[in-house]
């Protein structure tokens, strides 16, 4: 069983910057790509932004390209997904996700292919 713990969410103005965290135990790290993904109020969950098991390959939501970054450090077990200039569409709860299976462009933003999932983390973007 893998454990997932995000982190990092909190309130911020528009234009601001916040990093968020997904910390992972109980299974070998490098084993699994990670997604994040969103949900905000009154809306289905979302793709943001993903990344491969050596951190070579990443994917993001065109709503964020530019803005997002998302990394890996797999010595420490976490991905993180560095937000920059938010925005308040970007307010939701953001989750992050695993999956053993190999990603590519066409499946990365596919919520049935990841295995486990945290709990979630609030940002809220005030304008």
């Known amino acids: 069983q893998v454990q997932l713990v995000e982190s990092g969410g909190g309130l911020v103005q528009a234009g601001g910057s916040l990093r968020l965290s997904c910390a992972a135990s109980g299974r070998t790290f490098t084993n699994y790509a990670v997604g994040w993904f969103r949900q905000a109020p009154g809306k289905e969950r979302e793709s943001v932004s993903a990344i491969s098991r050596s951190g070579s390959g990443t994917y993001y939501a065109d709503s964020v390209k530019g803005r997002f970054t998302i990394s890996r450090d797999n010595a420490k077990n976490t991905v993180y997904l560095q937000m920059n200039n938010l925005k308040p569409e970007d307010t939701a709860v953001y989750y992050c996700?695993?999956?053993?299976?190999?990603?590519?462009?066409?499946?990365?933003?596919?919520?049935?292919?990841?295995?486990?999932w945290g709990q979630g983390t609030q940002v809220t973007v005030s304008s």
């Open positions: 996700a695993l999956t053993s299976r190999l990603l590519h462009g066409g499946n990365y933003a596919t919520e049935r292919v990841y295995d486990y």
